[in-house]
Nanobody, 122 residues
C-alpha cells in the first residue's frame, strides 16, 4: 500500500516535502519513485530510489532542486522539492515495483498511490 501526503499550495521559490508511506516496499529491495502529472501532460518520473541500497535517480528537470530518501523505521519515502517553480505544479504519485529497467519510467511501475496535489503560484 502506498499513501502520499504533504502536498498543498506553495509560492514560487518555496519548498515542499512529500511523504509516501510505502508499506511492504521498504523492508527489502524495491524501486520507489515519485512520478508527477502536470495538467494536460503525461506522467513524468521526477525521482526514484532503490530501497535495498539507497541509490537515487533524478530527472534532469528537477536535478539539483530535489532530494529523495527513505526512513526505514517509518516505512516512508520522502521527496523534498526546493526552489519551486510554477511548472512543478502537478499531482505527485508514489509508485513502487520490484524489478525495473528504467527507474524513472512511469510505465514500469505496477503499484501506485492515490497522489497528492502540489500547486505552485507565481
Amino acid at each position: 500500500q502506498l499513501v502520499e501526503s504533504g502536498g498543498g499550495s506553495v509560492e514560487a521559490g518555496g519548498s515542499v516535502r512529500l511523504s509516501c508511506v510505502a508499506s511492504g516496499f521498504t523492508e527489502s529491495g524495491n524501486y520507489v519513485a515519485w512520478i508527477r502529472q502536470a495538467p494536460a501532460k503525461g506522467r513524468e518520473g521526477a525521482a526514484g530510489i532503490y530501497t535495498g541500497t539507497d541509490r537515487t535517480y533524478y530527472a534532469d528537470s528537477v536535478k539539483g532542486r530535489v532530494a529523495i530518501w527513505q526512513d526505514n523505521a517509518k516505512n516512508t519515502i520522502y521527496l523534498q522539492i526546493n526552489y519551486l517553480r510554477p511548472e512543478d505544479t502537478a499531482i505527485y504519485y508514489c509508485a513502487a515495483d520490484l524489478l525495473l529497467m528504467r527507474p524513472l519510467d512511469p510505465s514500469e511501475y505496477e503499484y501506485w498511490g492515490q497522489g497528492t496535489q502540489v500547486t505552485v503560484s507565481s
